[in-house]
């Protein structure tokens, strides 16, 4: 048991520093990258936007379930299938994030490996759809440049005033420590005690002995990692683990792949929103990258031996890392984080309460917000509330989509940013008394 615990916490460790990076990254991509630009480059004819969809997606910390509302607030504005396929193709399976931590545990090679694999297979099933469909994508995307000419009208920039830019970087540090941490905690926790038990209670190789071949090995990867849903993240000490256990390295690559990018809940959701010629491109762009890159990454191994994994054989042995000030800073960090994201604590709501006790006595409006599903979509939501001038404070609300705008600010403002969001909203109810506000 003590076996146990050591490894628990020796694979926390190697991951700790990495992720807190990723996670400080994936805040100011959240802020830098806003939905209403990515909106405007993700539609028209061509082969563009499908490579902007994907070069864009590479990057972004969304799972297979954070991405569907996003994809969906693109379709809705008015993002092309070929393009969305591959924003979906490629979101999950990798993320600022998820390449830090597989430096971290996997090693450089995989970490330029992996982002590069998610790239080519959103470009391969983006095009592969526009092959098949190109008459109907041309189609409408002459119909949507017709309604835009009819309804063109000058585009609103963004002040960024200090209460603006105040407010982005406290939105920086609250989805990169606050909502991205709440998203992963528990699949990633479940992985590491997952990949700690069976490095200390199995005995390593035992894969080989009932899967001798590696394409068997590779097709078995991909079968467990299609209808499962597992993070990016999350997905990296459970291919560690099957390492361990004998997998060949290429086995564990398409478990990488088809594991965080594809389950059936998404698949579905592809299904209703982009349609079922979308969803079979889909599912088979992602079995054959999966078994493609799968069995090119053996091969490669084989002539490459530095490729291989060896993180995990090397894990028994730094324990002398735990001494480190930087690695035990953040091992003390990552850990508090964790707890907070299992356990769904927002610090921040409880440092701003004597400001919201402030702010019942200015005006303010409670809005019902649709199409909030997940905690990325709550601060979403919430950014794009606090960036309208005249608005005091937020306080959005994921359970029941009630969102409650302290201040003065104009409904029409709010109803047209959070539909630019993909966001449609009614007001529920208005307090326009501001008591001594006004004195």
Known sequence: MLQFVYNFISIINQMAPYLLFGFLIAGILSQIIPTSWVQRHLSGKGYVPIVKSAMIGVPLPLCSCGVIPV???????????????????????????????????????????????????????????????????????????ERRENSKSDEEHTVFNKKVIINKLIEVFHYGFITLPREIARPLVVGIIITSAITTFIPPGIITKFLGSNILQIFAAILVGIPIYVCATASIPIALSLIYLGASPGSALAFLIAGPATNFATIEVIKQLLGKKAAIVYLLTMVISALFFGITFDVLVDYFPFMKFSQLQSMPHVHETFFSPTKLISLIFFTLILILGILKIDPFQYLSRNKKVLTLEQPYMKIKVSGMTCSHCLQRVTSVLKSIPNVIDVNVS?????????????????????SEEGYPSKMIEENTSCNNCCD
Request: proline share 4%; hydrophobic share 45%; no cysteine.
């Open 71 to 145: 994809m969906a607030s693109f379709r809705k504005q008015g993002a092309n299938v070929p393009a969305m396929l591959s924003f979906i193709l490629s979101t999950p399976q990798t993320g600022v994030d998820s390449i830090l931590a597989t430096y971290a545990l996997l090693g450089l090679v995989m970490a330029i490996y992996r982002p590069f694999i998610a790239l080519i297979t959103g470009l391969l099933g983006g095009v592969i759809y526009y092959w098949i469909s190109k008459k109907e994508v041309e189609q409408e995307a002459n119909e949507l440049n």
């Open 398 to 418: 994921l359970d029941d989509g009630v969102a409650i705008v302290y201040g003065n600010p104009s409904y029409d403002e709010i109803h047209k940013a959070l």
